[in-house]
């Protein structure tokens, strides 16, 4: 696996990525984020927004057109697609060799540690 000097995500930019597959304005992606994370993760706005600011720079969202001039509304882009799908590609290889080492089945049961 090829290193990627923008991985890994923090879980909070990963469940951002993850909401912004529809268009979503500050407070739907909030919510999105805590429903996707079954309430683990619950974003304040300084956060987001400071999150939103760095994403926009690195390319992996953008804003899009609104009807509703008060919000501005972004979605994930092709290059924010590919960093999501790499990081989920390097989660899911740290799991296979987790499960290995440990002596798992590899059960898809949602087993709490």
């Known amino acids: 696996m090829?290193?990627?000097?923008?991985?890994?995500?923090?879980?909070t930019v990963?469940?951002?990525l993850l909401?912004?597959?529809?268009?979503?304005?500050?407070?739907?992606?909030m919510q999105?984020?805590?429903e996707?994370?079954?309430?683990?993760?619950?974003?304040?706005a300084g956060t987001l927004y400071g999150a939103i600011e760095n994403l926009l720079?690195?390319?992996?969202?953008m804003p899009v057109k609104s009807e509703d001039k008060r919000r501005k509304v972004y979605l994930i882009t092709d290059k924010g697609r590919e960093i999501l799908l790499l990081?989920?590609?390097?989660?899911q290889h740290i799991i296979k060799i987790t499960e290995r080492s440990?002596?798992?089945g590899g059960s898809d049961t949602d087993e709490e540690i």
Do not use: C
């Open 57 to 61: 720079k690195l390319g992996f969202i």
């Open 32 to 34: 999105k984020v805590e």
């Open 36 to 44: 996707l994370s079954d309430g683990q993760v619950r974003l304040a």
């Open 102 to 104: 440990l002596g798992m």
């Open 87 to 91: 990081d989920y590609r390097r989660m």
């Open 14 to 16: 990963y469940y951002i």
């Open 2 to 11: 090829k290193k990627n000097k923008e991985l890994p995500l923090t879980e």
């Open 19 to 29: 909401a912004l597959n529809e268009p979503a304005h500050g407070y739907l992606i």
